[in-house]
């Protein structure tokens, strides 16, 4: 609801901001207001809400004080002090200590009024401070990585510094490491908080927690590469790997087999997310490594995939059809949970009955019956699969394909009046099928069950903000696959470069997808038995794009970089 602002007069950085064009009137006065109720500055509320742009704010309140402003990306953390100012006063005022001469301490801000901040961290800390503008936006990410590399020294830490969680005795530790990691401000419960919420902040997908003989080391997968983020001491290996336990309520006195569980991390009232998590045991203590899932992935939508149209509507077009199977394949981390979860989401209507056999379901879906399947309690595939088709099912999705029981109670299923999703490691659609005649699938069977296969990859995004040209020669373009036909149309080929917006120039994943109708004669060669090499190239004569070529068109299309085409597909 719009505040009534007229009888508000504007001044200062309001007054600026109007004069240098950078706001209207009527959206300073209301950000004016806004500001001052919810007591932020005028700036922040204006970078927060996107109503200006955060670098030209800089350089007017910079002309409206006569100072200069500081480009922070070129400032070097090293020079930061550390453990100077608290947290929490950082968070509060938005204003970061920069570096310390003397009995001086000189702070960022990106608001020149916000006076209180500097009495609030002068009072705190003794020292006499002195103002620096800088860019608001940039501020903020500058602290995010201030405050990360304040947590992540925890692997410095000496024996003092860890007084709330040390214990004593062998066969009692597990006990001690409960009561204390029960206490919210412990050191080990921050630092594996700190490193799981950093995990969801960067995008990573997966954390690993890896002890080796004299040290420990923690890493993400970003964008589908491993990259080192903190280092521990190794002294807390057991501390960290029975805290990780406790949350996923796993028995944390067992270190002699795997172990699976689960953590739900709530980050507010409407959004939570899950990890799956894995034990190891491992030569130097159990290896952990946890499986972000994130619930909105699932629920993005079929456009933002990465499919290109002609695929999308073929996978659109098997899952209008009552009865079939489709078939998601790749390697694990292709993305192939995503593509069936997406096709459920699209699936899931009232008037549907849907269930699922997974191992284990990574992400809850309300209205979709899904079962964890146990084999250790004899609950498997196809013992599953079985209790489905007694409860009157409009469509199954089996987690994995991995044994002939499986398979023929799914394709059973699939021609008798049930739509079929699941999966399969192979790597190409025509893969797929003749490892299903390999299992023992009799190929009229395949034929007349198999509707649609998927194939599939993940290739990192160029980064937007600073993909550079590249300049590739004819004779190279034509050696890594290109037509003559696209060389000759004309294209402009791009490369990473690098920013602090990015991972090393790139940001985000794409799907790369090989999407194969089985069509009439597709359907006489799978009944004939023939090869995978016979059946792809069939597969390319009817107008389906190989993954290769579908990497290619995301190349030519400045999606993805030549280099990462070649490093997820190989012809």
């Given at each position: 609801m719009a505040t009534n602002n007229s009888n508000v007069t504007l001044t200062g950085l309001a007054r600026r901001f109007v004069e240098d064009g950078l706001l209207d009137e009527a959206t300073a006065k209301e950000a004016f207001i806004q500001a001052s109720q919810?007591?932020?500055?005028?700036?922040?509320?204006?970078?927060?809400?996107?109503?200006?742009?955060?670098?030209?704010?800089?350089?007017?309140?910079?002309?409206?004080?006569?100072?200069?402003v500081l480009d922070l990306s070129s400032f070097l953390p090293e020079m930061m002090p550390e453990k100077v100012v608290d947290e929490k006063l950082v968070r509060k005022h938005n204003a970061l200590p920069l570096y310390k001469r003397g009995n001086r301490l000189f702070i960022a801000v990106s608001d020149p009024t916000n006076i209180q901040a500097l009495d609030e961290i002068k009072f705190n800390t003794g020292l006499s401070t002195d103002a620096i503008l800088v860019d608001d936006a940039k501020l903020r990410a500058a602290?995010?990585?201030?405050?990360?590399?304040?947590?992540?020294?925890?692997?410095?830490?000496?024996?003092?510094?860890?007084?709330?969680?040390?214990?004593?005795?062998?066969?009692?530790?597990?006990?001690?490491?409960?009561?204390?990691?029960?206490?919210?401000?412990?050191?080990?419960?921050?630092?594996?908080?700190?490193?799981?919420?950093?995990?969801?902040?960067?995008?990573?997908s997966d954390v690993h927690f890896e002890p080796y003989e004299k040290t420990y080391r923690v890493r993400y997968r970003t964008d589908g590469i491993l990259k080192e983020m903190s280092r521990p001491s190794i002294k807390l290996a057991p501390k960290i790997s029975a805290r990780i336990k406790i949350m996923a309520q796993l028995d944390i006195s067992e270190r002699r087999v795997p172990q699976d569980g689960r953590i739900k991390?709530?980050?507010?009232?409407?959004?939570?997310?899950?990890?799956?998590?894995?034990?190891?045991?491992?030569?130097?203590?159990?290896?952990?490594?946890?499986?972000?899932?994130?619930?909105?992935?699932?629920?993005?939508?079929?456009?933002?995939?990465?499919?290109?149209?002609?695929?999308?509507?073929?996978?659109?077009?098997?899952?209008?059809?009552?009865?079939?199977?489709?078939?998601?394949?790749?390697?694990?981390?292709?993305?192939?949970?995503?593509?069936?979860?997406?096709?459920?989401?699209?699936?899931?209507?009232?008037?549907?009955?849907?269930?699922?056999?997974?191992?284990?379901?990574?992400?809850?879906?309300?209205?979709?019956?899904?079962?964890?399947?146990?084999?250790?309690?004899?609950?498997?595939?196809?013992?599953?699969?079985?209790?489905?088709?007694?409860?009157?099912?409009d469509i199954i999705m089996v987690g994995e394909i991995r044994d002939l029981e499986t398979a023929n109670i799914a394709i059973k299923a699939a021609q008798t009046g049930h739509l079929v999703l699941s999966t399969l490691h192979t790597n190409s659609a025509a893969e797929t099928l003749t490892r299903m005649m390999n299992m023992g699938v009799p190929a009229f069977n395949i034929a007349t069950s198999v509707s649609l296969i998927i194939a599939q990859r993940l290739g990192r995004r160029l980064c937007n903000s600073c993909k550079q040209a590249a300049d590739i020669p004819k004779d190279v373009l034509l050696a890594e696959g290109f037509t003559q036909e696209q060389i000759d149309t004309g294209f402009t080929l791009y490369r990473p470069k690098g920013c602090d917006k990015c991972n090393g120039g790139y940001k985000g994943r794409v799907g790369i997808y090989e999407v194969v109708k089985?069509?009439?004669?597709?359907?006489?060669?799978?009944?004939?038995?023939?090869?995978?090499?016979?059946?792809?190239?069939?597969?390319?004569?009817?107008?389906?794009?190989?993954?290769?070529?579908?990497?290619?068109?995301?190349?030519?299309?400045?999606?993805?970089?030549?280099?990462?085409?070649?490093?997820?597909?190989?012809?």
């Open positions: 919810n007591k932020i500055p005028l700036i922040t509320y204006l970078v927060q809400n996107e109503l200006a742009n955060s670098s030209g704010l800089a350089f007017s309140a910079a002309m409206e004080f006569g100072v200069s602290i995010d990585k201030y405050l990360e590399s304040q947590d992540s020294s925890m692997g410095d830490l000496d024996d003092a510094d860890l007084e709330g969680v040390e214990t004593e005795g062998g066969e009692q530790e597990d006990d001690a490491v409960v009561a204390a990691t029960d206490v919210d401000d412990a050191p080990i419960v921050k630092y594996v908080n700190k490193m799981l919420l950093d995990a969801i902040r960067g995008g990573a991390m709530k980050l507010s009232k409407t959004k939570a997310i899950d990890f799956r998590v894995n034990t190891l045991p491992t030569l130097w203590g159990e290896k952990i490594v946890l499986r972000i899932l994130d619930p909105s992935q699932a629920k993005l939508g079929i456009d933002v995939l990465g499919y290109e149209e002609e695929q999308k509507k073929l996978y659109m077009d098997a899952l209008e059809q009552p009865q079939g199977m489709i078939l998601v394949t790749g390697p694990t981390g292709s993305g192939k949970t995503v593509s069936l979860y997406t096709g459920l989401n699209i699936l899931n209507t009232p008037e549907r009955n849907i269930s699922t056999a997974e191992d284990p379901a990574e992400i809850n879906f309300e209205g979709v019956n899904q079962v964890n399947v146990n084999n250790r309690v004899g609950l498997g595939f196809a013992e599953a699969l079985r209790a489905f088709l007694r409860q009157d099912p089985i069509t009439d004669e597709l359907a006489n060669m799978i009944m004939e038995e023939a090869s995978s090499i016979k059946i792809a190239k069939q597969a390319q004569a009817e107008g389906f794009p190989n993954l290769r070529q579908s990497a290619l068109k995301k190349v030519m299309e400045g999606v993805t970089s030549l280099e990462e085409a070649n490093r997820v597909t190989k012809d």
